[in-house]
């Protein structure tokens, strides 16, 4: 028992059972459990909103799935999620509510923070951002010198570019295609220049997005940006027609020369990498317009609703978070898959690697003490058909244990056509293929069987037993890519709740920002850095050496 009262996870009566019932399972092939229950293809789904799952293809029984729920019971999942949509502080380590629920509430919902309602505040800044949008499609907003504004750059890092960036990527095909927008993120100047070299400045918008405002990936990009504004324009005036700020920090955003109007706000209880529905969505709201927009915002509250409500049984977010602490905790797997058969869908993972690792890359639990258990795994992936002819290799034959989320729809985009359109069924024939050879593979038997010669049996024999999860939906829409979202925040939180983490702060990515700050004058000005180590000094060194400096 710990001061916090939780027995350590690892010493809980249902972590035991689970460590025996995966000894017990150890020879079962899911060949036998599909040929033991002829329904479970059927039986093993679940449907929430748009998004038919089946887990069929999972190293699990029922008993696995009973094991794993009590595992839940009994490290209260569903008690902190429920503290977590009450807007009680559950992000111990900065103190605050985690309520990026609230951002997708509905007009009348009443969701407190300190006692206070934040949904009328979450609306009004849907509305402002509305309003922007609209003036910015319609061509009102102009320009400094009069010229409407077609393009957009969002400049941020991490929450404040992955978020809109994948999304936009996602709803292309929703787009105003007479609008280029594009994101910005590297402090390599690379970044900005490739995204400004082609452009009229008198025509740009730029969003500068950061929750806090003194990221200095951010605000030197948006310095630069500003810098290539006003050698065109000329006139500081300018500023005021071609810069708004997205962000919680109005005195920074003030001080950088951006005015407080038009500035965006969100608010501390709304971590960076679950933001994208928060204002720091603006850039996507302008591509897309306000409605698909909101669209969107009901996609993530459906599934918010359903995580909230629905009994653990049926409860997709817990299942798939309760399937990944089955393979991280009892197989040894060290990574998740995520393999999008769209190519709308090329940064989803990406996206999700922000939102899955910065929230449970973490080896101290909420008691401040060592974890003994593993955590987040290393999630990755690109979109399918692009994998199958690079790493689906080592899925399929590698000595790891990968299990994967394969994600696809019934119909491609509405904007293809003709033959174009026609390549959907080839593209999820390989969809539906992979997922079988990773579950069934072929024996030597059946390789035998074709008249392989026996040298080559084992090479062209497939194990199998590698489980997926199998997302399907009929078409990607605004609201698809917001419960699919929404499902993998809840996933991430589920598995952060059974470990006893804290998956709202991100302390890991500090210490190498400490240190590139220190280490900055020793590249400029050849400064000595003390205390700095042999290696890097001597790398320092070269660096210069290589710069003529
Ligand atoms: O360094 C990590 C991080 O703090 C992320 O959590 C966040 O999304 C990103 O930096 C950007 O922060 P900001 O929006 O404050 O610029």
Do not use: C
């Amino acid at each position: 028992m710990n001061a916090d009262g939780r027995t350590r996870l690892n010493q809980t009566p249902e972590w035991t059972a689970l460590t025996k019932h995966r000894e017990e399972l150890a020879d079962t092939h899911l060949r036998d459990l599909f040929a033991a229950d002829p329904e479970r293809g059927a039986g093993y789904t679940l449907q929430v909103g748009d998004l038919y799952i089946d887990y069929s293809k999972h190293l699990v029984t029922d008993e696995t799935l009973r094991l794993l729920r009590e595992l839940a019971a009994a490290t209260d999942v569903f008690g902190l999620r429920d503290a977590m949509f009450r807007g009680e502080k559950i992000n111990v380590t900065e103190n605050r509510a985690v309520l990026h629920t609230a951002l997708r509430a509905p007009r009348d919902a009443v969701i407190e923070v300190d006692g206070e309602n934040v949904v009328p505040a979450v609306h009004a800044v849907l509305d402002k951002m509305s309003g922007f949008a609209e003036r910015v499609r319609s061509g009102e907003w102009t320009g400094h010198t009069g010229k409407r504004i077609r393009n957009v750059i969002n400049v941020g890092i991490g929450g404040s570019d992955l978020g809109p960036a994948m999304a936009y990527e996602v709803l292309r095909s929703f787009t105003d295609r007479d609008l280029t927008v594009r994101f910005v993120s590297n402090v390599d100047g690379a970044d900005l220049h490739e995204a400004t070299r082609d452009l009229d400045p008198a025509e740009t918008l730029f969003i500068i997005a950061s929750k806090t405002f003194t990221t200095i990936e951010t605000i030197t990009n948006a310095t630069s940006a500003r810098t290539w504004l006003l050698d065109a324009l000329g006139a500081e005036s300018a500023v005021a027609r071609h810069f708004v700020a997205l962000s919680t920090n109005a005195e920074k955003v003030a001080e950088f020369g951006i005015d407080p109007d038009n500035m965006f706000e969100f608010w501390d209880w709304v971590g960076g990498r679950y933001s994208y529905d928060s204002a720091i969505g603006l850039s996507l709201m302008i591509a897309i317009g306000p409605e698909r927009f909101r669209e969107m915002l009901d996609g993530f509250h459906l599934v918010d609703e359903h995580f909230r409500t629905a009994p653990a049984e049926a409860n997709v977010p817990l299942l798939l978070g309760l399937l990944g602490i089955w393979y991280d905790n009892f197989h040894d797997a060290q990574s998740h898959a995520v393999l999008p058969y769209s190519h709308y869908l090329s940064k989803f993972t990406a996206y999700l690697q922000q939102l899955d690792m910065e929230s449970n890359g973490k080896y101290v639990a909420r008691d401040g003490k060592r974890v003994e258990w593993q955590t987040g795994p290393v999630v990755w992936g690109t979109p399918g058909t692009n994998g199958q002819h690079a790493y689906y290799q080592l899925i399929h034959q590698g000595t790891k244990l990968i299990p994967a989320d394969f994600i696809g729809f019934a119909e491609p985009v509405a904007e293809l056509s003709g033959e174009l359109k026609a390549q959907h069924d080839l593209l999820m024939a390989n969809f539906f293929a992979q997922t079988q050879a990773l579950a069934f593979g072929k024996t030597a038997e059946e390789v035998r069987a074709e008249g392989v010669p026996e040298e080559l049996v084992p090479h062209k024999t497939f194990p199998g037993n590698r489980p997926t999860t199998t997302i399907l939906a009929r078409e990607l829409t605004p609201s698809v890519l917001g419960q699919l979202v929404a499902l993998y925040e809840h996933k991430v939180f589920v598995q952060g709740a059974v470990w006893n983490i804290d998956s709202f702060d991100q302390w890991g990515v500090e210490l190498g920002k400490v240190l590139a700050k220190r280490v900055e004058p020793a590249l400029t000005e050849g400064a000595e850095v003390p205390g700095l180590d042999a290696s890097t000094k001597a790398l320092v060194a070269r660096y210069r050496e290589l710069r003529g400096r």
